[in-house]
């Protein structure tokens, strides 16, 4: 089984920074890709950055220019450098590995989310 904990969360003033962090233990053969999602109550949780095996990374719009994603292999660790941040960046944040088990099953495992809050 493998087990993702996330932390770096909280109140944070429009213009300020929050990092991220998302650790992942267990047995885990491979990972594949890393991602980050956000959700607001009511509405469906989104992706927001992801970063693949080989280095290939996507942000959405909104992200571009403002958040950094990376991971650390030796401590499968990933993390999400927000800054810049804004009243719509407020939401509970959550991590994701697409990942490869040492039974050789590809699965999805997510964090338990992390409340990210942006207000004077």
């Known amino acids: 089984q493998v087990q993702l904990v996330e932390s770096g969360g909280g109140l944070v003033q429009p213009g300020g920074s929050l990092r991220l962090s998302c650790t992942a233990s267990?047995?885990?053969?491979?990972?594949?890709?890393s991602r980050w999602y956000r959700q607001v109550p009511g509405k469906p949780r989104i992706l927001v950055a992801s970063?693949?095996?080989?280095?290939?990374?996507y942000y959405i719009p909104s992200a571009k220019g403002r958040f950094t994603i990376s991971r650390d292999n030796a401590k499968n660790t990933m993390y999400l450098q927000m800054n810049d941040l804004n009243a719509e960046d407020t939401a509970v944040y959550y991590c994701?590995?697409?990942?490869?088990?040492?039974?050789?099953?590809?699965?999805?495992?997510w964090g338990q989310g992390t409340q990210v809050t942006v207000s004077s």
């Open positions: 994701n590995l697409n990942l490869l088990t040492p039974d050789r099953e590809r699965k999805d495992y």
């Open positions: 970063i693949t095996a080989a280095g290939g990374i």
């Open positions: 267990g047995s885990i053969a491979d990972i594949y890709v």
